[in-house]
């Protein structure tokens, strides 16, 4: 079965996932004489930038989605299917998925990445993760409905490891969601819970390396943490969380704080689909793919973004997941494209690095240009907020967002803290459904000496 659609003189573009990539190179192919099949399991184009936004009510969810298909209205040479691709058979030309079969002549690979728990089976079943909507909504949902809870306890152990939030991995999502949390912390939470002692909740950023935002700067990275650490964020380096359990996260075999909020942000890997060939996919689920994106052995396959491993003499270990590389690469595919049909030689991709940033509070922002420009404070808050503005996809979107962050700005509050999702960690799943459904929220159980935690000044 072809999933019904309809037959065309033009070769078939079949393009998985519809994310910065994806959703760039079927734009770029809007004028080729292609049929353009995007395959996407959501039925939008999800902006993970903002997710922790999202995670902590600085945003609405709708405001860093956009509908796929108004994205593409009007493009003629463009359908789409909304199906889970389960997986690809390269001898015949066709995917699978869990709608039917859906056969290309082409075939694009950019599902993005997943959480990477590292196999560690009790973070993996019992720790949030923000990689999608759902993740971001629950957790969101998730602490409040902690802080509820924390009001019923009278034991101050529990009533402390409801509010603790361990944040797991110092690049800049775990940066971005503690430095958000703590503003939560000191702007929202004493008018929503003037109830509860504040001075007790502590969020806590692990990061097992020397130092935070791995990839960028010295100097990004030492302001980063002067920052957290001037939030009231006990940043801890050099140290990793080994297992998560009974409300426990162990930093050692013995040791651990107590909490019942952990946030994963440690790791991702690509999200290889299977049917590939096991050679062309590497240890961390990413596809090895050649200069110009196509995947090692095929002529007609290609992946793109966060999955594709590109390696080349100035990223020996592969391109970083970020969303220019992706959106880049999706442009060069599709000039490639042109020049195949055109049976002319494809050109290797050539990585053009405009800089990265990281967000930690209002005015607090790190930004690295090239050319060793750095910048901070004011200046690079207002241009993180520009650039993630002008990116958001769709102009309701980039108004919805602008009137957020200007209300929160000025009121020093977030509108957003409904608790609309159930109370169960089974619901935090990722987006495969990986974790075990039947599994229950743990009973906690608490040391009855819990070691000291760093308490932030009021
Ligand atoms: C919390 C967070 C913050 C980030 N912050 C930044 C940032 O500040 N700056 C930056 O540059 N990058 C950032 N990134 C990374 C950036 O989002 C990724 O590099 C980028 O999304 C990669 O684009 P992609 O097209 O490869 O994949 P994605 O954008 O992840 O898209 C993959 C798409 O494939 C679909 N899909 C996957 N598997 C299947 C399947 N089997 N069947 C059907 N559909 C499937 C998914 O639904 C998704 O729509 C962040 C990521 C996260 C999670």
Partial sequence: MDTNLPKSNHPRVVIIGCGFGGMRLAQSLKHDPVQVVVIDRHNYHNFQPLLYQVA??????????????????????????????????????????NIGEVSYDYLVVATGSLTNFFGIESIERNAMQIKSIPNALNLRSY??????????????????????????????????????????????????????????????????GPALLGPMSQKSQQEALRYLQELGVDVRLNTGIKRFEDCRAYYTETDFIPTENLIWAAGVNGAALPGLPEQVVTRNKRINVNS???????????????????????????????APVAQQQAEHLAD???????????????????????????????????????????????????????????????????????????????????????????????????????????????????????????
């Fill in 336 to 458: 490639n494209f042109r020049r195949m049909i055109r049976r002319e030689q494809p050109v290797p991709f050539k990585y053009f690095n405009k800089g990265v940033m990281a967000i930690v509070a209002r005015n607090k922002a790190v930004v690295d240009l090239p050319k060793d420009v750095h910048f901070r404070g004011f200046l690079g808050w207002l241009t993180w907020l520009f650039v993630h503005l002008m990116t958001l996809v769709g102009f309701r979107n980039k108004v919805v967002a602008f009137v957020d962050w200007a209300f929160s700005y000025f009121a020093s509050d977030q509108a957003l803290r409904l608790i609309i999702r159930p109370f169960n960690r089974r619901d935090m799943k990722d987006d495969k459904g990986k974790r075990a459904a039947e599994h229950q929220v743990a009973t906690p159980q608490y040391n009855p000496t819990p070691p000291a935690i760093q308490t932030p000044a009021a």
């Fill in 292 to 322: 110009w994106n196509q995947v090692e052995g095929f002529e007609n396959v290609f992946a793109i973004g966060d999955v594709a491993n590109m390696v080349t003499d100035d990223m020996p270990k592969g391109m970083p997941m970020l």
């Fill in 56 to 97: 902590t009510g600085a945003l609405e969810a709708d405001s860093i989605a956009y509908p796929i298909r108004k994205i593409f209205a009007g493009q003629k040479n463009f359908f789409y299917r909304m199906a889970d691709v389960e997986h690809v058979d390269t001898a015949n030309n066709r995917v699978h998925t």
């Fill in 143 to 208: 602490i409040f409905q902690n802080f509820e809870k924390a009001l019923l306890k009278e034991d101050p152990a529990q009533r402390q490891a409801l509010m603790n939030i361990v944040v797991v991995g110092g690049g800049p999502t775990g940066v971005e969601i503690s430095g958000s949390l703590a503003e939560m912390r000191r702007t929202v939470l004493p008018k929503d819970y003037p109830e509860l002692d504040l001075k007790q909740m502590n969020i806590i950023l692990v990061e097992a």
